[in-house]
């Protein structure tokens, strides 16, 4: 026992002496960075599960191209199966066994929110996580944790705006999933609103369901002439194709996670997504206007040769694309100086940053107290097959 | 650390004793394993506490699921709902009444028996795969039940509700997860002897007997429905109980964390342990459900559950008795003949 205790106090003093003389914390050293990921690999959520390949491909590349400052890059990917009570156990088991130096790109709302309070109590980064909850933007009690993606809320106040000027004697009927992702994006939508009357009816669905026909029925009978769609992408596909096929002729808004053409509008059928309007902040790689964007190109060849298992229908497959780039810009601007800390500040101080597959006009900010890096979007209308951006990009907070 | 009593034919020890150093030896193995288990709060930390406690608050929800498989021969595949309850009253007591983690598990093992009484009095009706239907409803409706905006209020909903969980006090020096994992040993040691007794009392041979021949347990006199009924309580108290304990391990309850995938881990849990061994079974079981499924990532990402399904197979295959059995079997082999 008393041995034991002395070699802990030793090698605590050795580790610390050492830190000191190279700025390192805990999974950097002079020749390796060491930092996880966690994804759900299994389970029902699992398709978001690329996202871990796509951070785990993108720096076996950066390693191919000689590492970040001679550094190579240990992506320890991990599954949670989309149970919080997982991600708790994943998590520590990342920074207290493996000794990462941080956590990048981890996906999903209530896994983050499990893991959220560890994190920031132990002071390890949680760092450009995929989920667009509005929550993660808290620097002032959580200044370890910074997400990538624009929040729900922020991308549903645009539409809420829209209707407000265009359509200001709307109908309004709203279909929502019954999680934290649908709830984010309705109570933003009606908070916008100038008129709270203006929703004559909303109907919710849980993702264990079958199909949303009755829902649809119901909205329908509601005489609502704008259908406003908070659905993830199997059920948004149901949604579209249903109110072409009951007839239901309405001005719809679909929420941008479920505006892939080949993932929702293909399946739903074209001829019902005409004249449906989203947003949009990242070049769609299959987007015929994109074809010869040099971000697309490049996506298309990190994809070939790195990403076997992306998708050009999964925007998340794009979105952890300029995550992850920005996380090697982060990583490359430490230098040597690989401390926590350090990478939280660098992370805090992108002033105007041009990641890629972002769409022009919108670019990568953050400062101490604004944790959300991307904060704009533009409008956009399907048109004869494909999707047309309107109006200007549209500055959100 | 048994001494195999747990087979029914060898459960004779509560007549005159005829061979004292066998029983002497087993409470002895016993002691000696409560004592390893409260002195791993000193010598495991962090990440390692953090495991420990969630494998033996499983193991607690599956020594009670295991008295009403194994002994009790009914097949529940909704018992993680009770789980969820237990979890869901811990969280609640803290978050809205700021009640001290150590007594949640308390309140939740009531609240747990007062919801298993009232869905166990109809359930019970059913025999067999009619009951594990049920139950399996039950299970399947838990999270849309505790996603709805009824009991959001208190449930805090789709978000889930975080649990500030304050270690023991200073002078016991004690760190937070020391005195959680200290906490889950408490209650597990009580259910490891509370189980032990009513297995191996009259309880234990009521279940059995309606288990094997619900006529001849009625026509000795046993009390066929109270026995199930005591069975199915008495697994809904440990289910609640282990959620609570677990509930506080992860410091955050939502729905998500109570997927129906978690009745089906219990499942496994109690025959991959081993149906029929009290304590040994759902020890080795819940380190299975825990543990293993981290193995075969690293052997196949994202095919870890068909990696994780072979080896069940496997367990199920080599020894239906499960992991105890197979725990039994070597014991046999090495010092079965010499006697003790």
């Known amino acids: ?397 | 650390m048994t001494t195999g009593l747990n087979e029914p034919a060898n459960r004779v020890h509560e007549m005159p004793d005829f061979r004292p150093s066998a029983r002497f030896w087993a409470r002895l193995g016993y002691g000696a394993a409560a004592i390893l288990f409260l002195a791993a709060t000193g010598t495991l930390q962090g990440y390692e506490l953090f495991l420990a406690s969630s494998i033996l608050s499983y193991a607690i929800a599956a020594m009670g699921l295991n008295v009403l498989m194994g002994y009790n021969g009914q097949i529940s595949l909704g018992h993680g709902a009770f789980f969820a309850i237990g979890a869901y009253s811990a969280a609640i007591c803290i978050d809205q009444f700021g009640m001290s983690f150590a007594f949640t598990p308390i309140v939740a093992g009531i609240v747990g028996m007062a919801a298993g009484w009232i869905i166990g009095k109809p359930a019970l009706r059913l025999e067999g795969v009619y009951l594990a239907l049920a139950t399996f409803g039950l299970a399947i409706a838990t999270p849309t039940i505790l996603r709805s905006d009824l009991f959001a209020q208190w449930t805090g909903g789709v978000q889930g509700l975080f649990l500030l969980i304050n270690p023991a006090p200073k002078w016991t020096g004690l760190d937070l997860d020391q005195s959680i994992y200290l906490t889950v040993v408490v209650y597990f040691l009580a259910f490891a002897y509370v189980t032990l007794r009513l297995v191996r009392g009259l309880n234990g041979y009521a279940w059995l007997a309606t288990r094997d021949n619900p006529i001849a347990a009625r026509a000795m006199g046993f009390d066929v429905t109270k026995a199930k009924t005591r069975a199915f309580v008495y697994s809904v108290l440990a289910c609640s109980v282990g959620g609570a304990l677990q509930a506080v391990a992860v410091q955050f309850v939502a729905p998500d964390s109570f997927p129906f995938f978690l009745s089906i881990s219990l499942f496994t849990a109690v025959v991959v342990g081993g149906l029929c061994s009290p304590l040994l079974g759902p020890i080795l079981g819940s380190a299975f459900i825990v543990l293993v499924p981290n193995v075969t990532e690293e052997v196949w990402q994202g095919g870890s559950w068909a990696v994780y399904g072979a080896v069940v197979i496997l367990v199920m295959a080599i020894q239906p008795k499960g992991l105890a059995g197979m725990f039994d079997w070597l014991k046999f082999k090495v010092a079965g003949q010499s006697g003790s």
């Open chain 1, 1 to 397: 026992m008393l041995k034991t205790t002395i070699a802990t106090v030793l090698g605590g003093l050795l580790a610390s002496g050492a830190a000191m003389a190279d700025n390192y914390d805990e999974g950097a050293t002079d020749d390796e960075i060491k930092f996880g990921v966690i994804v759900p690999l299994s389970g029902p959520a699992s398709a978001y599960g690329s996202v871990g390949h796509c951070f785990e491909g993108y720096f076996n590349a950066v390693n191919d191209k000689g590492g970040i400052n001679g550094r190579k890059i240990n992506v320890l990917v991990q599954d949670d199966g989309y149970n919080p009570a997982k991600t708790l156990e994943q998590a520590r088991r990342l920074v207290e066994r493996e000794g990462v130096l941080f956590l990048a790109g981890d996906l999903g709302t209530p896994t983050n929110s499990a893991i959220h309070r560890y994190m920031n109590q132990r002071e390890v980064p949680q760092l450009f996580i995929t989920t667009g909850a509005s929550k993660w933007d808290d620097p002032e009690n959580y200044p370890w944790t910074m997400p990538y993606l624009p929040s729900y809320a922020a991308e549903a106040r645009i539409y809420a705006k829209h209707i407000n000027e265009a359509i200001p004697d709307a109908k309004i009927g709203i279909l929502y999933q019954n999680d934290d992702f649908g709830r984010d994006y309705k109570d933003a939508f009606i908070d916008q609103l100038e008129d709270k009357g203006m929703v004559v009816s909303e109907v919710s669905y849980d993702v264990t369901g079958a199909t949303i026909d009755s829902q649809m029925s119901t909205l329908k009978d509601s005489g609502a002439t704008v259908f406003f769609n908070i659905a993830s992408p199997k059920f948004a596909a149901q949604a579209i194709r249903r109110a072409g096929e009951i007839g239901w002729d309405t001005t719809q808004f679909l929420v941008s996670v479920s505006n892939a053409k080949s993932a929702v509008l293909d399946p739903a059928g074209l001829e019902n997504a005409e004249g449906i309007i989203s947003t949009q902040y990242l070049k769609a790689p299959s987007d015929p206007a994109y074809a010869n964007d040099p971000d697309v190109k490049a996506w298309h060849e990190f994809k070939a040769n790195y990403f076997e298992k992306g998708s050009e229908g999964n925007w998340w497959d794009w979105a952890c694309y300029s995550s992850a780039f920005t996380l090697e810009h982060v990583l490359n601007e430490a230098g040597d100086n690989l401390t926590r800390e350090n990478i939280m500040a660098i992370a805090a101080n992108l002033d105007g940053f041009e990641a890629p597959m972002l769409l022009p006009g919108i670019s990568v900010n953050t400062s101490a107290d604004d944790f959300s890096p991307i904060e704009a979007m533009s409008l956009m209308k399907f048109e004869d097959g494909n999707w047309t951006l309107f109006g200007d990009v549209i500055a959100v907070d």
